[in-house]
């Protein structure tokens, strides 16, 4: 038997802490569509149920078009049971407007869950067995929920919650999972929501414990491959593996500009490295200019990232390399720079600025005395 584990979708998303309005807006269909095509995957790979562990939705108001996409996508796939487990940001809004639209109850394959254990005995395809368990946390339930969870061993157990995991034992007063309660407890796989980073990793000598993240990375504090957990039942055993799913890959990278000598060197280490890293066209990136540059070396960042935005989807360029300290080209220059450098030095060595400055300084010093640059 296959199931696919996701989680933390956040459809209808605002985007907008990263994203200027069109890439926003353009990336909140991309959101949805990853969705769907999560769902197409799981019809052309015989997959039996979607676990969705919290947070499919992003805010209370719901968008028609979210509501109405997933909606159709339940109904049109009858062969998927979607086991949908609410999570933090969730609303219930949602079941309503479905039971609205098919004035009737919930289709047979939309499992939910409650505030306390609800378990699923669920057949696939080809006759395996699994048991789905979860239960929704809030604030004042989770001590209730780590005490009353029962399993039955002899069955193979996938535990559905979504929360931040802990190392520490649970307090009413979060949504709390504290890993350690539910070692050695009968669970094969724990599927989790909560955290965007995904992680798999070993629950006791039986489980696993698994946050999938989010399908998609939402803003450049949602870095590297993003997908779904495609999880195999076998012979009572859960086999996890991590399906890169993202339509577009977001990354932070650090390239080092030490023998740029000019914007468009920069612009060729940062494509060098590009390619390198595997950053494709249709990818994000934020890239951090880095190491220590010729003293009459400046970066235009904004020229840098014109440039590589003609080609890429979105990249930001931030420039954190810093000018090399090189005293010894002007020390002995008898103009009005070797002076200015000459101060510089006689600071550095009476302690009153740093190094880091002195060659920050100087750069801007040497820039100034050669009419490079204005003071503003
Ligand atoms: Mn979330």
Redo the contacts with the bound molecule.
């Keep these: 038997m296959k199931l696919i584990h996701t989680a933390?979708i956040?459809l209808d998303s605002k985007l907008s802490r990263h994203l200027d309005d069109a890439r926003a807006a353009e990336r909140k269909n991309e959101l949805l569509s990853t969705f769907q095509n999560i769902v197409h995957y799981a019809v052309s790979n015989s997959v039996d149920a979607i676990l969705i562990a919290?947070?499919l939705f992003d805010i209370r108001n719901i968008s028609a078009t979210a509501r109405d996409a997933v909606i159709s996508v339940i109904l049109n796939n009858p062969n998927i049971t979607f086991f949908y487990l609410r999570?933090n940001?969730d609303a219930g809004a949602f079941l309503d407007a479905f039971k609205n639209r098919i004035q009737s109850d919930l289709p047979e394959n939309l499992k939910l869950f409650k505030e306390t254990w609800t378990s699923y005995h669920f057949t696939g395809q080809d006759g395996t067995e699994v048991v789905i368990t979860g239960a929704e946390i809030n604030r004042d339930n989770n001590t209730a929920l780590e005490s009353s969870l029962a399993l039955n061993q002899a069955e193979c157990n996938i535990v559905m919650l979504h929360g931040q995991e802990s190392e520490t034992k649970g307090k009413n007063d979060a949504e709390i999972i504290p890993i350690r309660s539910y070692q050695n407890r009968g669970i094969d796989y724990l599927a989790l929501?909560?955290i965007?980073q995904p992680k798999i990793a070993q629950l006791d000598a039986r489980g696993t414990y698994s946050y999938c993240g989010?399908p998609e990375g939402r803003g450049f504090d949602e870095i590297g491959p993003r997908g779904f957990n495609l999880l195999t039942v076998k012979d009572g055993t859960v086999d996890v593996r991590f399906v890169p799913f993202a339509q577009r890959i977001i990354y932070d990278m650090k390239v080092d500009v030490s023998n740029a000598l000019t914007n468009d060197d920069a612009v060729g280490l940062i494509r060098s490295a590009f390619e390198e890293g595997g950053v494709l066209f249709k990818d994000l990136a934020k890239v951090r200019l880095s190491g220590e540059t010729g003293i009459d070396v400046h970066f235009d960042i904004a020229y840098i990232a014109h440039v590589l935005n003609e080609n890429y989807y979105l990249i930001r360029v931030k420039d954190e390399s810093r000018p090399a300290v090189v005293y010894d080209s002007f020390i002995a220059d008898m103009s009005l720079k070797g002076e200015f450098v000459r101060m510089v030095k006689d600071a550095v060595d009476r302690e009153q600025i740093d190094e880091e400055d002195a060659g920050k300084i100087i750069a801007l010093g040497i820039r100034l005395l050669s009419g490079e640059e204005k003071l503003s």
């Design positions: 933390d956040h919290g947070d999570g940001h929501g909560h965007h989010c």
